[in-house]
């Protein structure tokens, strides 16, 4: 039986961004798995997806690529809310993808 690992297992970096309508929204990333990331508009609904994230993370990568968790020992990072320097970075390089 596979043990499916839980998302508090791992450390969160959290952060406000801002969405395609113009508001803000949380956006929740398991640290040191690059892409295991979630979005919601509370804290709740992003916790929520970053459980499916994790399996769809882990379906991809393999339970040996994630980082080192530690059952209990739940941390989060708080960043700062995004600059509007950073969306416009983050736009100019979307629209390079075009």
């Not at 959290?14 to 398991?30: A, F, S, Y």
């Not at 209990?72 to 700062?80: D, F, Q, S, T, V």
Request: hydrophobic share 40%; aromatic share 10%; glycine share 8%.
């Amino acid at each position: 039986m596979q043990i499916v690992p839980k998302i508090d297992d791992y450390a969160w970096q959290v952060r406000r961004v801002p969405d395609w309508t113009g508001q803000t929204e949380i956006m929740i990333e398991i640290i040191g798995a690059e892409g295991c990331v979630s979005f919601g508009y509370s804290v709740k609904e992003a916790k929520r997806g970053l459980k499916e994230a994790l399996l769809l993370w882990i379906k991809k990568y393999g339970e040996l690529a994630l980082p080192e968790g530690r059952e209990g020992a739940h941390l989060i990072y708080i960043e700062p809310k995004m600059t509007k320097e950073e969306e416009d970075y983050i736009n100019v390089e979307l629209k390079k993808l075009q």
